[in-house]
C-alpha cells in the first residue's frame, strides 16, 4: 500500500521535491552545535582570540551543509504479505526506498494488540526487509504497521514521518496429523479404500459361492471346487466386497468467538492476541478431519450454522481440500444470527462432524435431530481451556451456572446417540482413533 505520490498538478516534480526536502528537518544534534559555534565565533571576534573563533566555524559551516545537503524527497515503504499460508507465523516483507542522501531509516513496525519493534536501517537508495511475528489466531488479521523516517548524514537533519496502515491477509489453520478416523454408518458410490458390506470389486473376501450366470471365469475358486464338487458337477466362485467412500459434512458453529477468559465472552473486553479462541480451535479441528479423510480419498464438505450462505457441497481431491480450508478460515461471527426453523440438508448416510461450544441448547438440538435420522454425528467441543484466575464472586457464579447447563447439554447429547471429542484436551487424536477402531470392526456400520 503505497502512498499517492505528488504530481504536476501540484506544482511539478520540481516543486514536489523542493517542498520534500524543505520537510527534512534539523535535529538538536544540529541546532546544539550551531549554537555551540555561534557563541565560540562571536566571543572570539570579540574578545581578540582568533583561535576561539577558528573553533566555533568548523561546526557552523558543518551545521550549513548539512542543511544544503539534506536529501530532497521522502522514504516510501511498500508492505507485501510474503506468505498467507498456514503457520504460526505472520511473515511480510517491507520495501524501503530512500532519495539520495539518506545515511539510514528509522522503522518502527507494530501489530494491533502487540508491542512494536524500532529498528535503525542502513538503505542504499533501495532495501527489503522480510518482517515475522508469531500468531495463534486464523482467519482475517491485520498484517503490520509500519512507521519509517529518514536520517540524513551524522543524524543532523531527519524527514517527515510516514505511516503505512496494516492491510489485512486471510491465515489459513493448520491441520494435525491424525492416523485414523471413523467411518459413517453407510458407505456409498463404487470407489474409494473403505469395504462396504455389499458385493463387488476390489475388497477382501465375502464368502464363496456356487457359479451364477453373470460371474465371470476369473472368479471360479478352483480349489475350493474340488473340495466341495470332485466331480466337477457345481463350479464355486470367490465373491469380494465392494470399495466405496465415506461422506463426511463438517458443520462449524461460527456464531461463538469466545476465549479462555470468561471475562470478555460478554464482549467490554478484548481477548488476549495470545490467546486462541473457540473460532481458532474450530478451524483447526475441521482442517484435520477435512485433510484426513481427503488424503483417503472420501468426500468433505462444510455447513455453517452462524451465516446462511450456499455451503460448499463435497468433493474430494486436492482441490477440495484448499477449499475446505479457505472456507473455514472466512468463518466469522456476523452479527446476530436468526434461529433455524430446520436443520441444514445433509448428504444420506453422512458422517457429521459438529464444531460448537455447546453454549446455547441449538447446536445441541441439531445434533440430536441429526442422529434421529441416522447419521452418526461426532460432537467436537472447542470451547477452550478456561482461565478463571481473576475472577470475582459474580463472575465465578455466573461460569457455574454456565458450565452447569452445557454439562447437561453434552449429556443429553452424548445420551442421543452422538459420540463427544474435546479439542482441547490433549487426547483428542486417541478419542479420535478409538472411535475408529469401534467403526472399522464391521465396515460399513457405524457404532452407536
Not at 62 to 74: S, Y
Not at 199 to 219: E, K, M, N, V
Request: proline letters at 8%.
Amino acid at each position: 500500500m503505497t502512498p499517492a505520490r505528488p504530481t504536476a498538478a501540484s506544482g511539478g516534480p520540481d516543486a514536489a521535491a523542493r517542498d520534500a526536502g524543505l520537510a527534512w528537518a534539523p535535529t538538536a544534534a544540529l541546532v546544539g552545535g550551531v549554537g555551540v559555534g555561534l557563541v565560540a565565533l562571536v566571543l572570539g571576534v570579540l574578545g581578540g582570540r582568533p583561535d576561539a573563533a577558528l573553533l566555533g566555524a568548523p561546526a557552523v559551516v558543518g551545521a550549513l551543509w548539512a542543511l544544503w545537503g539534506r536529501p530532497r524527497g521522502e522514504v516510501w515503504a511498500d508492505v507485501t504479505p510474503a506468505d498467507a499460508g498456514r503457520g504460526t507465523a505472520l511473515v511480510a516483507r517491507v520495501r524501503l526506498a530512500a532519495p539520495v542522501g539518506t545515511e539510514a531509516v528509522r522503522v518502527r513496525v507494530s501489530r494491533p494488540g502487540h508491542g512494536g519493534t524500532e529498528a535503525l536501517v542502513h538503505v542504499p537508495l533501495v532495501r527489503t526487509l522480510e518482517v515475522a511475528a508469531a500468531s495463534v489466531r486464523t482467519g482475517p488479521q491485520d498484517l503490520f504497521r509500519v512507521e519509517q523516517q529518514g536520517v540524513g548524514p551524522g543524524a543532523l537533519v531527519v524527514g517527515p514521518v510516514a505511516a503505512e496502515e496494516p492491510s489485512r491477509v486471510l491465515v489459513l489453520p493448520t491441520a494435525r496429523a491424525v492416523p485414523a478416523l471413523p467411518l459413517p454408518a453407510r458407505l456409498r458410490g463404487l470407489s474409494g479404500q473403505h469395504e462396504s458390506r455389499r458385493a463387488g470389486d476390489g475388497g477382501g473376501l465375502r464368502d464363496i459361492h456356487p457359479f451364477q450366470p453373470g460371474d465371470t471365469l476369473r472368479r471360479i475358486d478352483w480349489r475350493a471346487t474340488a473340495r466341495r464338487s470332485p466331480g466337477l458337477e457345481q463350479l464355486y466362485v470367490r465373491r469380494t466386497l465392494a470399495l466405496a467412500e465415506a461422506v463426511v459434512t463438517l458443520v462449524v458453529d461460527s456464531r461463538d468467538d469466545v476465549g479462555p477468559d470468561p471475562s470478555t465472552w460478554s464482549g467490554m473486553r478484548a481477548i488476549r492476541p495470545d490467546d486462541a479462541t473457540s473460532l481458532d480451535l474450530a478451524r483447526q479441528a475441521a482442517a484435520t478431519v477435512a485433510q484426513g479423510y481427503l488424503a483417503g480419498g472420501d468426500r468433505v464438505g462444510v455447513e455453517d450454522l452462524g451465516v446462511r450462505r450456499r455451503a460448499l457441497r463435497p468433493g474430494a481431491g486436492r482441490r477440495q481440500l484448499d477449499r475446505v480450508v479457505h472456507q473455514l478460515a472466512l468463518l466469522r461471527p456476523e452479527g446476530d444470527p436468526p434461529r433455524r426453523v430446520r436443520p441444514p440438508h445433509l448428504t444420506a448416510g453422512s458422517l457429521v462432524y459438529l464444531f460448537s461450544t455447546f453454549l446455547d441448547p441449538e447446536s445441541a438440538e441439531l445434533a440430536r435431530t441429526w442422529r434421529r435420522a441416522g447419521h452418526r454425528v461426532v460432537a467436537v467441543d472447542v470451547l477452550p481451556r478456561l482461565r478463571v484466575r481473576g475472577l470475582d464472586a459474580r463472575e465465578r457464579l455466573a461460569l457455574r451456572i454456565v458450565r452447569i447447563e452445557r454439562s447437561d447439554r453434552l449429556d443429553d447429547v452424548v445420551a442421543a446417540g452422538a459420540e463427544l471429542v474435546r479439542w482441547a484436551d490433549d487426547d483428542a487424536s486417541a478419542r479420535l482413533q478409538a472411535l475408529a477402531r469401534l467403526s472399522h470392526r464391521r465396515p460399513g456400520r457405524g457404532v452407536g
